[in-house]
């Protein structure tokens, strides 16, 4: 994902990607039709200003019932890039802030967009629910963690639990 920014006008400049997860280097992870990534990069003055875009259909398995589930993952960030003629020596505070020498040819956004992908996955990945019934498996969720409460009771704690 590098875009070419050495003879670049200032202004507004579009990009459109799609890629696959192992471009990303996220081989744990399958989507349908990979993901889109649009850029909307404004160059001014001594710096660059990318606004990113990503999203993608990912197959998880539910936390609740295990079934394979399709999640929309999707986010927006910004990222800035300013010319600087020793970019070693900036004392980095901002996460999205990089800075480049005049002479860079290109910007690559594989990195940053891998993190965000990864940042954007949810911990608890379950499809949505409607009135109590999970719309993927159409059960009941209340009863699914009813059975899960059931059978957590270690025998151990049995004995005490019958006084």
């Known amino acids: 994902m590098k875009i070419i920014i050495s003879n670049l006008s200032d202004g507004k400049h579009n990009y459109d990607?799609?890629?696959?997860?192992?471009?990303?280097?996220?081989?744990?992870?399958?989507?349908?039709?990979?993901?889109?990534?649009?850029?909307?990069?404004?160059?001014?003055?001594?710096?660059?200003?990318?606004?990113?875009?990503?999203?993608?259909?990912?197959?998880?398995?539910?936390?609740?019932?295990t079934k394979n589930i399709k999640l929309e993952i999707s986010n927006t960030f910004e990222v800035i890039y300013k010319y600087s003629k020793r970019p070693e020596e900036v004392d980095l505070k901002d996460e999205n802030l990089f800075f480049i020498t005049p002479e860079t040819n290109h910007i690559n956004l594989k990195d940053i967009v891998r993190e965000y992908i990864l940042l954007s996955i949810p911990m608890r990945k379950v499809p949505p629910e409607q009135n109590g019934i999970c719309l993927e498996c159409k059960l009941n969720i209340d009863e699914i963690l009813e059975s899960e409460k059931k059978n957590e009771i270690n025998p151990v704690w049995e004995k005490l639990l019958n006084k």
Do not use: S, W
């Open 17 to 65: 990607f799609c890629e696959m997860p192992d471009f990303f280097d996220l081989h744990d992870y399958k989507t349908e039709g990979g993901i889109t990534v649009n850029v909307e990069l404004l160059k001014y003055g001594g710096q660059m200003q990318a606004k990113i875009f990503f999203r993608g259909d990912f197959f998880f398995d539910c936390d609740r019932c």
